[in-house]
């Protein structure tokens, strides 16, 4: 097979998984703390031919690779909700929650309370604290967040703050490391360390929004399929052209 076409091949699986991560970036681009994944790719060169009888060497023909994905860890808006279980977290920390695999990370700040008393997530992981899973009694109310994560509320009848936990926030030196799950969790890839984190500060009554700029995903989308379409075109020609060439060498003169 011709350069060509193992040249616009190359660029197509390339395109094709880049499909694949700018359509999971759009699809949740409503999800709360959702952070974005990037492409990477790189150029390959190698030679086509390695006989030796050339007058000189090979030119190096260039494909495409797709190296890698990464993670974009930059911060999402924030809303206001006013519900005094959501929070969000101004910084590189990450919420720590209790699932049936072990411990999990995640940005998505608005919680709930269980049939238990338990502090949980939208999927109902139970959120941990730094001693553990927070609980709260039946007569608690007004719940207040500290922007260092301590939470407190008032009990029953009484006007003095009971403490109930302090969010355990954790962040990682190696944070392209963590691995992406399902309900908008992270788990700790090989190498991912998680860290007490004390600069980010929590925020009570807000939420983190999805960091997907949609109008930028969608500008991506309409650029990959243009760009396969322009591939395939040109990849329908050289072999067209490819046909037409063996078909006149193969005429026999009369």
């Given at each position: 097979?011709?350069?060509?076409?193992?040249?616009?091949?190359?660029?197509?699986m390339?395109?094709?998984?880049?499909?694949?991560?700018?359509?999971?970036?759009?699809?949740?681009?409503?999800?709360?703390?959702?952070?974005?994944?990037?492409?990477?790719?790189?150029?390959?060169?190698?030679?086509?031919?390695?006989?030796?009888?050339?007058m000189?060497?090979?030119?190096?023909?260039?494909?495409?690779?797709?190296r890698?994905?990464?993670?974009d860890?930059?911060?999402?808006?924030?809303?206001?909700?006013?519900?005094?279980?959501?929070?969000?977290?101004?910084?590189?920390?990450?919420?720590?929650?209790?699932?049936?695999?072990?411990?999990?990370y995640?940005?998505?700040g608005?919680?709930?309370?269980?049939?238990?008393?338990?502090?949980?997530?939208?999927?109902?992981?139970?959120?941990?604290?730094?001693?553990?899973?927070?609980?709260?009694?039946?007569?608690?109310?007004?719940?207040?967040?500290?922007?260092?994560?301590?939470?407190?509320?008032?009990?029953?009848?009484?006007?003095?703050?009971s403490?109930?936990?302090?969010?355990?926030?954790?962040?990682?030196?190696?944070?392209?490391?963590?691995l992406?799950?399902?309900?908008n969790?992270?788990?700790?890839?090989?190498?991912?360390?998680?860290?007490?984190?004390?600069?980010?500060?929590?925020?009570q009554?807000?939420?983190?929004?999805?960091?997907?700029?949609?109008?930028?995903?969608?500008?991506?989308?309409?650029?990959?399929?243009?760009?396969?379409?322009?591939?395939?075109?040109?990849?329908?020609?050289?072999?067209d052209?490819?046909?037409?060439?063996?078909?006149?060498?193969?005429?026999?003169?009369?």
């Amino acid at each position: 097979m011709q350069n060509t076409l193992l040249v616009g091949l190359s660029k197509q699986m390339v395109l094709e998984r880049q499909l694949d991560v700018v359509s999971n970036n759009i699809a949740n681009m409503n999800t709360n703390g959702y952070k974005a994944d990037r492409s990477l790719f790189q150029e390959y060169l190698a030679s086509n031919a390695h006989e030796d009888n050339f007058m000189s060497s090979d030119r190096r023909v260039s494909f495409v690779q797709d190296r890698a994905t990464f993670h974009d860890f930059a911060q999402g808006p924030t809303e206001e909700t006013k519900n005094p279980l959501d929070v969000a977290i101004d910084g590189k920390g990450f919420l720590v929650v209790q699932t049936p695999g072990g411990e999990r990370y995640t940005r998505e700040g608005n919680l709930q309370i269980n049939n238990r008393g338990q502090l949980v997530t939208m999927s109902g992981y139970q959120v941990l604290g730094t001693g553990g899973p927070i609980t709260f009694q039946q007569t608690d109310h007004d719940v207040s967040i500290a922007p260092d994560g301590n939470i407190t509320v008032l009990e029953g009848t009484s006007r003095l703050d009971s403490i109930r936990g302090k969010l355990r926030v954790v962040s990682f030196a190696e944070a392209q490391r963590l691995l992406k799950e399902g309900s908008n969790l992270y788990s700790a890839g090989e190498g991912a360390v998680p860290l007490a984190e004390t600069k980010s500060q929590i925020r009570q009554g807000f939420i983190e929004k999805s960091n997907v700029n949609s109008v930028v995903e969608m500008s991506r989308m309409i650029e990959i399929t243009r760009t396969y379409t322009q591939i395939a075109s040109l990849l329908q020609q050289e072999s067209d052209l490819h046909k037409s060439a063996i078909e006149k060498l193969a005429d026999v003169p009369a």
